[in-house]
């Protein structure tokens, strides 16, 4: 017998000929034939036939049984799952901003062309470069964006640079947006303290190489910097390298890219321009508190330096002497387009909307705090005896996120990241990242972002030790956690072997 908490697909429920809405009769002629035939079904796609109430029961039990932010701490780490402000929301629902059309008139669509010059003049000061395209769609987009237009910069140049290379820590999507480009990856090693191994970066640096893909601070929680003793002080962590990486990498002629995944821990403390970077990108879904985890939409806007404008995607917000604004697709060594309209509108409105509600004193706050919540949760580990079986992979103290090694745990307990990570959900958490970075043995990637309390932070160690006191007894319950969801551990290899992606119907 089939039970109310029991999901079967939409695909399962319903009936032939019941439906949620029925429109009326037409009260103009029919209009036939405006379709090609060939276009059109020869029988009508079989699709689920449920009433109005049976849709909103099915999607919002759903709902129920998902992990969000509004429901409980969310440490994903490099994922930056910060509260997402209600009031952006209010705005972004604002008539002006969500009725309009990507086809609207530009001259009929000027506070929409204001808001995203505004915002791109914004991310430009953050970046410290002075060029920005809100274009791309999401992080990984805007990766591709830099790639193209760091091989369009060579390539108008008269140079065949087919070589990007990336260190070990890089996020899985740096690899992949290189391949995509039709470039070839190259692994750059990491020394003992996390940061870039410049002995291997200075033998595989050469006339090949297109650009370095550089996330800082990487997905380690380390900074690679060289700036000055007040930052030393702010950031924690140095291994003053930033400086020498940009020297090697400019001194073969190639582009230094900045993954600003992480750019949590840094705005308006220090500027990747600044660090001599020539191309950003920036994901508006992470640090800039569009919602995000369910799929989209994100944003990946990119900043470059002048060198590289020439080369931005069109089209390109521009005002005009009078105040007035246009979009300007006259860019003649443009890689063109890489998406249809101008991005994803929605996303601009919310992250200016936290621009001008922060400020700049704000969002440097927000970093600040960041790296303090981070530290401070890594110090309470510390404190209740976790350090011995889940130890910091690289240094002692860490930017927005850090990285523990389960492999101690798993030796000296028996059982794994994936146990524990499992077993945190009993606690009402959701699960750090496991088994990333690919370096760190048992990876567990911790990011507890500026808006999370103490209280939460101290609940959260306290079960991590409760988990591994736990352990210490009977691994078996962590080995078979979680026991309070409404799905149990599932057979994820198998999931990701053979996964069911097709309804019969």
Not at 26 to 34: E, F, I, N, S
Not at 269 to 297: A, E, S, W, Y
Not at 411 to 424: G, S, V
Not at 463 to 472: F, H, K, P, S, T
Request: contains cysteine; charged residues 25%.
């Amino acid at each position: 017998m089939r039970t109310e908490r029991e999901t079967r697909t939409v695909f399962e429920k319903g009936a032939p000929g019941r439906r949620a809405f029925v429109c009326p009769e037409l009260d103009v002629p029919a209009r036939d034939g405006l379709l090609s035939e060939r276009f059109r079904r020869a029988e009508p796609p079989r699709l689920p036939e449920l009433s109005e109430p049976e849709i909103v029961r099915h999607y919002v039990n759903l709902s129920k049984r998902n992990f969000d932010l509004d429901s409980g701490f969310y440490p994903l780490g490099s994922c930056t799952m910060k509260h997402n402000p209600r009031l952006h929301e209010r705005v972004a629902a604002l008539p002006g901003h969500a009725r309009l059309h990507p086809l609207q008139d530009p001259a009929r669509a000027q506070g929409a062309l204001e808001l995203m010059w505004n915002l791109e003049r914004a991310l430009s000061e953050i970046a410290g470069l002075p060029h920005v395209s809100l274009q791309p769609s999401a992080g990984s987009h805007g990766e591709l964006a830099g790639v193209l237009l760091t091989r369009a910069y060579h390539e108008d140049r008269g140079e065949r640079r087919t070589k990007v290379l990336t260190p070990d820590t890089a996020h899985g999507t740096n690899p992949a947006t290189v391949t995509m480009a039709g470039l070839e990856v190259v692994k750059v090693g990491t020394n003992a303290d996390g940061g870039v191994d410049l002995d291997d970066l200075r033998a595989k640096a050469d006339e090949d190489t297109a650009c370095l893909m550089l996330t800082n601070p990487n997905t380690l929680g380390i900074f690679d910097a060289n700036i000055e003793e007040i930052a030393r002080i702010v950031l924690g962590i140095f291994d003053a390298n930033i400086e020498e990486i940009a020297r090697i990498v400019h001194g073969v002629g190639a582009t230094l890219y900045y993954d600003g995944a992480n750019l949590n821990a840094v705005m308006g403390v220090t500027r990747p321009g600044d660090m001599g970077f020539d191309i950003v990108h920036f994901n508006l879904h992470k640090t800039f508190t569009q919602p995000h985890g369910g799929g989209g939409p994100g944003s990946g806007p990119i900043a470059v330096s002048d060198r590289i404008e020439p080369y931005l995607m069109v089209p390109r917000v521009v005002r005009a002497d009078d105040g007035t604004f246009d979009l300007d697709t006259d860019r003649p060594k443009t890689i063109g387009r890489l998406r249809g309209f101008q991005g994803n509108y929605g996303t601009f409105v919310r992250s200016y909307a936290y621009i001008r509600s922060l400020g700049a004193e704000g969002l440097k706050d927000a970093s600040q705090v960041a790296v303090l919540n981070a530290n401070y949760l890594l110090a309470r580990l510390r404190a209740l005896g976790v350090a011995d079986r889940l130890p910091l992979a690289y240094g002692k103290l860490c930017m927005h996120e850090f990285v523990l090694s389960g492999a101690p745990m798993k030796r000296e307990l028996q059982i794994k990241t994936l146990d524990l990570a499992k077993r945190l959900l009993d606690y009402g958490f959701h699960p750090p990242t496991v088994y990333f970075p690919l370096l760190v043995d048992e990876a567990l990637l911790v990011e507890p972002t500026e808006t999370e309390t103490r209280e939460t932070l101290d609940a959260f160690a306290e079960a991590v030790a409760e988990i591994l006191r736990e352990a210490e007894s009977d691994p078996e319950i962590a080995r078979n956690a979680p026991y309070s969801t409404p799905v149990r551990r599932l057979d994820e290899a198998a999931a990701a072997k053979r996964p069911v992606i097709r309804q019969p119907v």
